[in-house]
Each structure stands twice: as structure tokens, then as C-alpha cells.
Nanobody
Framework: QLQLVESGGGLVQPGGSLRLSCTASGVTLDYYAISWFRQAPGKEREGVLC????????YYADSVKGRFTISRDDGKNTVYLQMNSLKPEDTAVYYCAAPAMGLYTDQCFSDLVFQNSWGQGTQVTVSM
């Protein structure tokens, strides 16, 4: 069974950078589209962006275009979220997620219902 663990969150000043990691165990990530979601206090969980070996990168949130990038190192079974030019509104718990193994394993979905495996989340706080 696929298990995901996020790391790399923390406190950063506006304009700063962080790199989050999503490391998988149990199953190789090669076949999976991996998405990053975030949830700010009092708000619904929203999709940020996704990477698929078949389809490339998909941005779910326009607000992160030009600032966030996603990459994967299949040798390390890890997906990275590089966040630059961070803003206070980026403050949230960040989660990585993957769909179930099957027909749509390598496709990116911004809808939470299509995600089957979730990490525990990592807190990102952007503040002076």
C-alpha cells in the first residue's frame, strides 16, 4: 500500500523560499501522478499543482504560477514542491496525494475525491 510522508515545512518570511518533499514507501512512485494540496485555517483544501510522468506538470492554482514548481526523483521515490517568492496567503498545511492504482493512476485531478493516498501534511507559515 502506498504511504506518503511530507517534510520540509516551516516558518519563512515573505519573499522567502521553501522546498517540500513527499516521500513514498510501499510502492514505487513511477506510475503515479502526485498532487500537492493545501489547506489554510478556516478554508477548504485546495489543489496546488501536480506532476505526472505521462502528462507532465499541471497547475491547479493560478496563484502559484511563476512561483512554485514541482519535480520528481523516482530514484529516491520522492516528489518535491519548490516554493519561491512566498506570500502570507501561502500559509497552510501542505499535503501530497496520489490516486488509486488503476486506469487513472498517472492522471492529475484537482478534485479531492480522486485522491486515494494522503500524507499527514506539513505546516508552512509565511510571516514576518
Amino acid at each position: 500500500q502506498l504511504q506518503l510522508v511530507e517534510s520540509g515545512g516551516g516558518l519563512v518570511q515573505p519573499g522567502g523560499s521553501l522546498r517540500l518533499s513527499c516521500t513514498a514507501s510501499g510502492v514505487t512512485l513511477d506510475y503515479y501522478a502526485i498532487s500537492w494540496f493545501r489547506q489554510a485555517p478556516g478554508k477548504e483544501r485546495e489543489g496546488v499543482l501536480c506532476i505526472s510522468s505521462t502528462y507532465g506538470t499541471t497547475y491547479y492554482a493560478d496563484s502559484v504560477k511563476g512561483r512554485f514548481t514541482i519535480s520528481r526523483d523516482d530514484g529516491k521515490n520522492t516528489v518535491y514542491l519548490q516554493m519561491n517568492s512566498l506570500k502570507p496567503e501561502d500559509t497552510a498545511v501542505y499535503y501530497c496525494a496520489a490516486p488509486a492504482m488503476g486506469l487513472y493512476t498517472d492522471q492529475c485531478f484537482s478534485d479531492l475525491v480522486f485522491q486515494n493516498s494522503w500524507g499527514q501534511g506539513t505546516q508552512v507559515t509565511v510571516s514576518m
